[in-house]
């Protein structure tokens, strides 16, 4: 079965500092992977994804993720956090059966910045 | 370019009462569509999925149910809601190798 991992519930930074919110998958096959932001009270908004190519993904707001097949990863980083960043963050996979589409997530971490 | 619009945004239901949260995407065609329900502001578990009109896959047993009427509209209903039924419901749709795109959420409180 396929799953995403987030291990941390909580992520606390301060404000100019790097961050890393951590992700580890198990899937068959080639994953497509994925990350997210939520704001509270807001539906997901799409940051990045991993389909195939370089390991080393930008995404929006600065943000980047590595994709490391042999750790199974796919931490998001971001080199310096902002205020604004502080938000719940989801790793997900696509499930590769049939032609569904489904996203498989991880519980969620919360990324606290402080000033 | 897509959008995709939820509504309504939050709803407060009496137990026992029906259910209609309605879900539409503009801007594209033949969208793979989704309803997830995330609880306590956590993970997300999706309810169902529907790669066409009438087409409609149920990913856990429940109190609910879903339509597709139209290639662009996604309902997902229930004929009694149950206290349980509270959460946060959110809408998304993709097209083939692409990432999905979800609408705004409905914030559902039975009580």
């Known amino acids: 079965a396929q799953s995403v991992a987030q291990p941390e519930d909580q992520v606390n930074v301060a404000e100019g500092n790097p961050l890393t919110v951590k992700c580890t998958y198990s899937v068959s096959g080639n994953p497509y992977l994925f990350w997210y932001v939520q704001y509270p009270n807001r539906g997901l908004q799409f940051l990045l994804k991993y389909i195939t190519g370089d390991n080393l993904v930008k995404g929006s707001y600065g943000f980047e993720a590595e994709f490391n097949k042999s750790q199974t990863s796919f931490h998001l980083k971001k080199p310096s956090a902002l205020v604004s960043d502080s938000a719940l963050y989801f790793c997900?996979?696509?499930?590769?059966?049939?032609?569904?589409?489904?996203?498989?997530f991880g519980q969620g971490t919360t990324l606290q910045v402080k000033p | 370019s897509q959008t995709i619009h939820q509504w309504p945004a939050t709803l407060v239901q009496p137990v026992g009462s029906p259910l209609s949260l309605e879900c539409t995407v503009e801007?594209?065609?033949?969208?793979?569509l989704y309803w997830y329900r995330q609880a306590a502001g956590r993970g997300l578990q999706l309810l169902f999925y529907?790669?066409?009109?009438?087409?409609i896959s149920s990913e856990v047993p429940q109190n609910l149910s879903a339509s597709r009427p139209q290639d662009r509209q996604f309902i997902l209903s229930s004929k009694k809601l149950l206290l349980s039924d509270s959460g946060f419901y959110l809408c998304?749709?993709?097209?083939?190798?692409?990432?999905?795109?979800f609408g705004q959420g409905t914030r559902l409180t039975v009580v």
């Open positions: 529907s790669v066409g009109i009438g087409q």
């Open positions: 998304a749709w993709r097209r083939q190798n692409t990432e999905a795109f």
């Open positions: 997900a996979v696509r499930d590769r059966s049939g032609n569904t589409g489904k996203l498989i």
């Open positions: 801007g594209t065609s033949n969208p793979n």
